[in-house]
């Protein structure tokens, strides 16, 4: 009876580790497949990015990450996500190109950030929806994932990489 219950405990054990390995992934990783052209050429409709949970303190203005789309649901936005650049940072000066669309505010206010597709002549981003708020932040992007359908040219175009 003893010999028949070890291989059970140990795939029980194996169980609870994948389990558990699979419950911090998911809290500490979110992956996203980029919708449309606003953040062409870094990145292309379809990409798969992998975006690491940072809290606001950590992001650097240049960063591209992951946040909820606050207009989702709400109009036509097709996606629940948006995938852009951090411009400024709460305390920051406003970007030259957003300043007039925010309400002629010269700092960024506490709480807030301003974003910006690469694709400006196609982004909705801050010059659409003023500032977003940093709890709408779900991560920084880390990488490209395999499968992606960026070209060549594309991959050549840098981006900010965080260390995970």
């Not at 970007?95 to 506490?110: E, F, W």
Request: net charge positive; glycine share 10%.
């Amino acid at each position: 009876m003893k010999d028949a219950a070890l291989p059970v405990l140990g795939g029980l054990t194996i169980v609870v580790l994948v389990a558990g390995v699979v419950l911090w992934l998911r809290r500490t990783r979110l992956v996203v497949v980029v919708d449309g052209p606003s953040m062409e050429p870094t990145l292309r409709d379809g990409d798969r990015v992998l975006a690491r949970r940072v809290p606001a303190a950590d992001l650097s203005t240049g960063d591209i990450v992951v946040l909820s789309n606050p207009h989702f649901g709400r109009s036509a936005e097709p996606s629940p996500f948006l995938v852009k650049r951090v411009a400024a940072l709460p305390g920051q000066p406003v970007p030259p190109a957003v300043a007039s669309k925010l309400g002629g505010r010269s700092t960024v206010p506490p709480g807030r950030l301003v974003v910006l597709g690469d694709n400006a002549e196609v982004s909705c981003d801050s010059r659409d929806y003023g500032f977003l708020s940093e709890s709408d932040l779900l991560g920084v992007v880390t990488r490209f994932l395999h499968g992606s359908t960026r070209s060549a040219a594309a991959k050549a175009v840098p981006f900010v990489h965080r260390k995970e």
